[in-house]
């Protein structure tokens, strides 16, 4: 069953039936401040930080499940009749609701008893907190006289504390209202930050004081959840509401909440605007801040703030249009595919419904490749991010595997992380030419001094030092897949996708010198052709490349294997990292179709492991069919798709592609969001095939959006020009593609008459042929730029 669809300009997607197979969430946010809203206004909101910063709760995996959220209770002051503005946890009819996920703000519609109520919810630019906006009708006919209440449920601080040590972690709630001021405050009087109950806290109070307000004058209040809602009750009855007792009382211990409660009358047809805002002002600036939070709910602010968010998304994902043949695919990589890549990228991966931001610090191997999906719209984000990458490198090149917002990190020996800053640098660099970037001093974690250069050249060495016996890369605790963990085992094991990787990532790295004519170049060229050549010789299966060799040699990903055969990764990177046997390389890509393509998509390896085997480590203790264990993992699949139009073959690539989209299974099978992409997607192996799971918050969205523009309609930033090479299905006859790059809007028209699937005729710019595929910087503000698809030139294959 499809539980919705998009608007007709695709911004918007339309949830038409609210009882979703899992909670559809969207992201309201401003980059300090964090709200996520479910389709039944379910959802955490945190300041900075979703672990020290969080500001209400959100309890992880519990029933009924999506709860608590941010809530706006409706109640008929002459029957008695209640309801909430979003179907959970008190709405009518789920039939009386819609609900409109946008970029940069969600809204709820309903219409109960008469009473047609739309709420926004948004957070402004550049105020940190969030503003849900109700627009009530009276459409019953008659006069009504309306009570009504919006609800949040407070943690104050610490996140995992919150959970771990409620029962003390109370005794510093405190909670008031402030008549003048016409809000509630909260905060918490003590910041435990530290989990281990004997260890040194420091002694501080949280940083914030939270506050909630309206723009209608409160009359009563409730500040502690037991007298809101009733020992006993849930949100779906609370008594303050079925019993309308609310004790106007300030909290100093206990589960705070914020209820406040404003009356409102209206006259038959009669149109009115209630606003309640919710956010946090810094300790240090409270008692100068707080005056300015009546401006904050006043009717013109709410309109230009919203206006303000609408404008950012608009201008963040002008950056890049495209109009293919395919309705779908436009919907997506105009607007949804570019929006949950930023929002990976602000998030830094760490709260979504499924993650809860309380356990995992960031990646750096997935911040560094959240970078690509911001370097063309802000590359100043961009930037900001390799710095603070920068700062978890030591001068050996050894990364923090997981970095903290309290400057801490682990130290892992996963083989890839270090690589991962290569790809951040010189797709930073392509984008922008700011080659300044490369003299930026930037400390090390053991040392001070140092430049953007110095790290990577760090990585360089860090490659250089970590091969092994077959001078391939060591294994440890993982490369990019983290559940091969235990394949290194006491000598370390050797990757063979981590070879390929190195590879690709020095050939980067090559080229950047090259272009800048850095001299002396033999060690890298060196330490490259020797990984190259090893891989070459050690690694070919007969049909495709092995993924790993373990402990004491044992081959992993071969045909000789019992399980976990072929490896998805072992077979793309070979012609990402431009492997220079292609006969290989095109033989290794058709044994993916043959034994790991499946009706949900190519999987991440097959079979699947049914036994566990602790030599190889989690992805054998993970259920088959399942996350890395041969589901059809997405962020790989953008890879794959890479490999496939390096390789010219646009057909396949559009097919992979086209089987990734998230609204093309039902959702009583697939489950999560239509509109965004997931982690993985359980695959036939597994018992129920074709559930999504892990939305929003993985690297699929960036590079599928990198791949789609780079590689399928194949307009890529190089360091001196924007190359043009689409490789695409043959039965897509035009494609127009908008590019902001270096400061030029080039407006770009390809026509595909006889229906090829990659080469080019000619290529006119403003109506003058150019030599080659490769489109010269310009000072011009717009480029118009015409291509012809057929068989002249022989298009650069990078
Ligand atoms: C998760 C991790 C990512 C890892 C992938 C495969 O997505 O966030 O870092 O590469 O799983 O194990």
Redesign the pocket.
């Known amino acids: 069953m499809n539980y919705g669809h998009f608007s007709e300009d695709g911004k918007e997607y339309i949830i038409t039936n609210v009882k979703t197979p899992t909670p559809w969430i969207n992201y309201i946010y401003n980059g300090e401040y964090f709200s996520t809203v479910s389709n039944n206004a379910g959802g955490i909101s945190y300041i900075k930080s979703p672990l020290h910063g969080r500001i209400t709760r959100y309890r992880i995996n519990d029933v009924p499940s999506d709860r608590p959220g941010k809530y706006i209770y409706v109640k008929d002051e002459e029957t008695g009749k209640f309801w909430t503005l979003s179907w959970q946890p008190a709405g009518a009819d789920p039939g009386a609701y819609k609900v409109i996920h946008g970029l940069g703000y969600t809204a709820i519609e309903s219409l109960v008893d008469g009473i047609h109520a739309r709420v926004t919810y948004f957070v402004p630019m550049n105020n940190n907190h969030e503003v849900w906006n109700v627009v009530l009708t009276n459409k019953s006919g008659r006069k009504r006289r309306l009570s009504i209440t919006g609800y949040v449920e407070f943690a104050l601080g610490h996140g995992l504390i919150d959970l771990i040590n409620q029962c003390d972690d109370q005794h510093f709630n405190r909670a008031y209202f402030d008549k003048n001021l016409n809000a509630l405050f909260a905060t918490k009087t003590y910041w435990v930050t530290e989990t281990n109950g004997t260890q040194h806290q420091e002694n501080k109070e949280w940083n914030q004081w939270a506050f909630f307000t309206s723009n209608l004058r409160i009359n009563r209040y409730e500040t502690l959840r037991e007298r809101f809602l009733g020992f006993y009750n849930s949100e779906e009855k609370p008594v303050a509401i079925t019993e309308d007792k609310f004790s106007n009382s300030a909290a100093d211990y206990g589960n705070v909440v914020g209820a406040i409660n404003v009356n409102l009358e209206l006259e038959s047809d009669q149109r009115e605007n209630v606003i309640f805002s919710l956010g946090v002002l810094p300790k240090e600036h409270f008692d100068d801040k707080k005056k300015d939070i009546p401006k904050i709910v006043q009717p013109e602010y709410i309109e230009f703030s919203f206006k303000e968010i609408v404008n950012y998304w608009s201008e963040f994902l002008g950056h890049t249009k495209v109009e293919t043949p395919d309705r779908n695919v436009n919907i997506f990589m105009n607007n949804w595919v570019p929006y949950q890549a930023k929002v990976a990228f602000d998030v830094g991966?760490v709260a979504s419904y499924y993650y809860w931001g309380i356990s995992r610090g960031y990646?750096f191997?997935?911040t560094s490749q959240d970078v690509i999906a911001v370097t063309i719209a802000h590359p100043e984000k961009a930037k900001e991010r390799i710095l603070l990458l920068s700062r978890q490198m030591f001068s050996d090149g050894r990364v923090y595997h997981h970095f903290y917002d309290d400057g801490k990190g682990e130290l892992t020996r996963h083989c890839d992380d270090p690589g991962w800053y290569i790809l951040a640098v010189t797709e930073y660099i392509k984008e922008t030419g700011d080659y300044s970037i490369l003299k930026e001093k930037v400390s090390f974690v053991d040392r001070q001094e140092g430049t953007v250069l110095d790290h990577l050249l760090a990585v360089v060495n860090f490659m250089k030092n970590n091969l092994g016996r077959h001078s391939l890369p060591v294994f440890g605790r993982?490369d990019?897949?983290?559940?091969?963990d235990y394949i290194g085992g006491d000598d370390g094991g050797e990757s063979v996708w981590g070879a390929m990787f190195y590879v690709a990532m020095l050939n980067k790295l090559i080229e950047l010198f090259q272009f800048l004519k850095v001299e002396n170049l033999t060690e890298i060229l060196k330490l490259r052709d020797e990984i190259r050549r090893n891989i070459n010789q050690l690694c070919w299966d007969g049909d495709w490349f092995i993924r790993a060799f373990g402990n004491g040699g044992m081959v992993i990903g071969s045909n000789k294997s019992k399980e976990g055969k072929i490896f998805v990764n072992t077979q793309s990177w070979a012609a990402i990292s431009n492997l220079p046997d292609k006969s290989k390389i095109r033989r290794a890509l058709d044994s993916v179709k043959k034994h790991l393509d499946s009706e949900y998509g190519p999987k991440i390896c097959a079979p699947a492991f049914k036994e566990i085997d602790p030599n190889i480590g989690l992805v054998t203790r993970c259920v088959p069919g399942k996350?890395?264990n041969g589901a059809v993992?997405c962020?790989?699949v953008t890879w794959l798709i890479q490999a496939e139009c390096i390789m010219r073959n646009g057909e396949r690539a559009y097919d992979y592609f086209s089987k990734l989209l998230p609204n093309r299974v039902d959702s009583d099978i697939y489950q999560a969001e239509p509109y965004v992409y997931s982690?993985y997607i359980t695959s036939d192996e597994h018992a129920s095939p074709g559930k999504a799971s892990?939305s929003w918050?993985?690297?699929t969205a960036a590079w599928m959006y990198r791949v789609f523009y780079d590689y399928i309609v194949g307009i890529r930033p190089d360091y001196d020009g924007l190359i043009v090479d689409p490789v695409i299905p043959t039965s897509w006859n035009y494609i127009r593609i908008e590019r902001i790059f270096r400061g030029a809007k080039y407006i770009i028209e390809v026509e595909n008459p006889d229906k090829v699937q990659s080469g080019i005729s000619y290529i006119l710019v403003d109506g003058k042929e150019i030599e080659g595929n490769k489109l010269p910087l310009t000072d011009k503000k717009i480029c118009h730029v015409k291509v012809l698809m057929g068989k002249t030139i022989e298009t650069a294959n990078k």
């Open positions: 991966r990646g191997r997935d993982g990019w897949n983290d559940t091969l996350k890395e993992f962020h790989p982690q892990h918050q993985t690297g």
